[in-house]
């Protein structure tokens, strides 16, 4: 296992149209987040699973965006009808976490989206 | 709620030389996890660092080190004998709420 996985790397689309990402986090992680970053900013959350439960989803995740984690292994990041202010990296991050002890989180390469 | 503030949008440092990039942050939490992550040009992101709340000592790890201040509310971090490979953005991260600072850009100088 090599760490996470994100695919694809770099996607363009025309506004409107839906796009999916997937992750694939480390195997022994039960953790699973997701985050945008626009240049020049820090990642903001969107949201995370603790094995194939989604636990919290940011204001920032609206109705157009869906993410799935079945089974508790890779989680797709789903976008429909997508916007030019959707044109961000958007990442991928997993953690163990053992009782109350984090241990921080492993980032993938992320997946930049251009919205034409 | 949270916030983290990272004041230093650009900081340089010569080769072999230190700097300190500073980090400050607001929560009412009594326990919590703060990081340092890197995250070079087009490259991933890499954890440098962990400093857990309760914990009244400075996490270390090699040439990083921090200088935590609980009560100010405070998370500096400090790279010692600068190396090229340290260029990146650096930002300073608050767990629980998964919140990021919006980054240094560090530039090493030859």
């Known amino acids: 296992d090599t760490g996470v996985s994100q695919n694809p790397r770099h996607k363009i689309t025309k506004r409107g149209q839906n796009v999916t990402f997937r992750c694939d986090p480390i195997s022994e992680h039960n953790r699973l987040y997701w985050y945008r970053q626009t240049l020049g900013q820090g990642p903001e959350f969107l949201t995370y699973f603790q094995n194939e439960a989604q636990l919290e989803k940011s204001r920032l995740l609206s109705d157009r965006f869906s993410a799935e984690r079945p089974k508790g292994s890779f989680s797709t990041l789903e976008i429909q009808r997508t916007e030019q202010g959707d044109s961000a990296m958007y990442l991928c991050?997993?953690?163990?976490?053992?009782?109350?002890?984090?241990?921080?989180?492993?980032f993938g390469s992320g997946t930049r989206l251009t919205v034409v | 709620a949270q916030t983290v503030t990272q004041s230093q949008p650009e900081m340089s440092v010569q080769e072999a030389e230190t700097v300190t990039l500073s980090c400050t942050y607001d929560t009412s939490e009594s326990d919590y996890y703060l990081f340092w992550y890197k995250q070079p040009p087009s490259r991933q992101m890499i954890l440098v660092i962990r400093?857990?709340?309760?914990?009244?000592q400075n996490a270390t790890e090699n040439r990083f080190s921090v200088n935590f201040q609980k009560a100010a509310k405070s998370f500096s971090l400090k790279i010692s004998d600068s190396q090229l490979g340290d260029a990146a953005m650096y930002f300073c991260?608050?767990?629980?709420?998964?919140?990021f600072g919006t980054g240094t850009r560090l530039q090493v100088f030859p």
């Open positions: 400093q857990e709340a309760y914990k009244q």
């Open positions: 991260a608050y767990r629980n709420k998964l919140i």
């Open positions: 991050a997993s953690s163990p976490e053992v009782g109350n002890v984090f241990y921080g989180y492993t």
